[in-house]
Structure formats: C-alpha cells, structure tokens
C-alpha cells in the first residue's frame, strides 16, 4: 500500500488547512488508517483515526474539537480538517494504515506509512 499526503503549506494561527492522503489501493484488511505527526524535538504522535469501513473516528486530547478526520472510499482518499491552528499543532504529518480491524493509536501496529506533509503554523 503507498500512501501519498497532500497539502500541507503555512496558515496563520485561528486558520484552518485541509490535508490529504490517497492509497495506491485499498484492503479490506487494512481496515484502520490514521495520522500522525512528529514536532521539532518531539516523538511521533497520533493525531487521529478511522475505520475505513464504518468510518468511526478516534482523536488525541489536543486535537478533539478541532480537527475533523473523514475518508471517501470512492477516491480511496483520507482527509483531516484542521481549523482553529495553534502554534503547536505545526509538525509533519503522516498517514499511516494498519491491517487490524479495530482502532488501534500504536505507532508499532501501522506498517504502511507515507513520506509526510509539512504544516507550519505562523504566530
């Protein structure tokens, strides 16, 4: 599976930016997609997921209320909105895809992952 993010770019904090992630094709075992992102300094972290097939939606603490992750099964493609950006969300985000059924925030447990998108975010 080759997963390709999209999107990425500068906004300004309180603004809102839309990134992608299309799959070069799609498995019904790989049933959990989800993004990533890794901050100057920091570890990778899990941002948000969803279950392909039912499209239920899992978010970290400092992203809930905020970001909003979707997938359209025709265009193979997976989405996060983020809006009211703050300074700290500015990372590389990456799209990951897990061959388990049920949603799973471990890094480890994604063995498909994407060369990630750059979001700045200005102050």
């Known amino acids: 599976v080759n997963l390709v993010e999209s999107g990425g770019g500068l906004v300004q904090t309180g603004g809102s930016l839309t990134i992608a992630c299309k799959a070069s094709e799609r498995h019904d075992t790989h049933n959990v997609m989800a993004w990533f992102r890794r901050a100057p300094g920091k570890e990778r972290e899990f941002v948000a997921g969803?279950?392909?097939?039912?499209?239920?939606?899992s978010y970290s603490d400092s992203v809930k209320g905020r970001f909003n992750i979707s997938r359209d099964k025709a265009l193979n493609t997976m989405y996060l909105q983020m809006t009211d950006l703050k300074p700290e969300d500015a990372a590389i985000y990456y799209c990951?895809?897990?061959?388990?059924?049920?949603?799973?925030?471990?890094?480890?447990?994604?063995?498909?992952w994407g060369q990630g998108t750059q979001v700045t975010v200005s102050s």
């Open positions: 990951a895809a897990a061959q388990q059924w049920s949603m799973t925030t471990l890094e480890s447990r994604f063995a498909h």
């Open positions: 969803i279950t392909w097939i039912v499209g239920r939606p």
